[in-house]
């Protein structure tokens, strides 16, 4: 079992839907998650971290976190061409590593 | 803003030769880190270091070795390049300090070796 564990996809939603990206992680002392956004061809940029139970909103992007599950997830409100990247979700437990799930790729249709 | 920089954006390599791969921040971070990134495989830690002159081992360190004498500056060096070693190398860096650790990634450098 990888140790962080996302659809590799494509997902594909329409311009305007919300896309719904998800993770799971296998280190129940696991602190710090993260989402990231790579562009092809770019390297990756952080979007959102959370580290604590519940939801976290930035804008048109939400985290949510539920540690009981083990599971993360990102959603995109109104979504733009623009948004289409392979997004990245990064889960760190207690020492220095993060660990990197091989990434969602999401195109977004105008 | 901070800023991470790769020395090289493209890099062609052969077989058998010594490569070195720099990385420098400019935010005064105590944690970097080396990732090779593969396609269906995601970002892989090859080493990273928490302080200067310290390096611990990642995921795959076989066939690579790295170099921080100074906090700024963090060195991976392939000391003989082979043909699975071509990929895309990203450096990172992080700190600790004021309760977040996110990675900030430089632009990364796509090896080629020949």
């Known amino acids: 079992q990888k140790e962080v564990e996302q659809n590799s996809g494509p997902l594909s939603v329409p311009e305007g839907a919300i896309a719904s990206l998800n993770c799971t992680y296998s280190?129940?002392?696991?602190?710090?998650f993260f989402w990231y956004r790579q562009y092809s061809g770019k390297s990756p940029e952080l979007i959102m971290s959370?580290?604590?139970?519940g939801d976290k909103e930035d804008g048109r992007f939400t985290a949510q976190l539920n540690k009981a599950s083990q599971y993360v997830s990102l959603l995109i409100r109104d979504s733009q061409p623009s948004d289409s990247a392979t997004y990245l979700c990064?889960?760190?437990?207690?020492?220095?590593?993060?660990?990197f799930g091989a990434g969602t790729r999401l195109f977004v249709k105008a | 803003d901070v800023k991470v920089t790769q020395s090289s954006r493209y890099l062609v390599k052969r077989t058998g030769e010594k490569v070195f791969l720099e990385c420098v921040q400019d935010?005064?971070?105590?944690?970097m880190f080396w990732y090779r990134q593969d396609p269906g495989l995601g970002l892989r830690l090859i080493y990273f270091?928490?302080?200067?002159?310290?390096?611990e081992k990642g995921d795959i360190p076989e066939g690579y070795s790295v170099s921080r004498e100074k906090k700024e500056r963090f060195s991976l060096i392939l000391e003989s390049a082979s043909t699975n070693q071509t990929s895309m190398y990203l450096c990172?860096?992080?700190?600790?300090?004021?309760?977040?650790?996110?990675?900030?990634f430089g632009p990364g450098t796509r090896l080629t070796v020949l």
């Open positions: 280190d129940r002392v696991s602190q710090s």
């Open positions: 990172a860096s992080s700190s600790d300090r004021g309760g977040t650790d996110t990675q900030y």
């Open positions: 990064a889960v760190r437990g207690g020492g220095f590593k993060t660990i």
């Open positions: 270091s928490y302080d200067v002159k310290m390096k």
């Open positions: 959370i580290y604590s139970n």
């Open positions: 935010m005064d971070h105590e944690n």
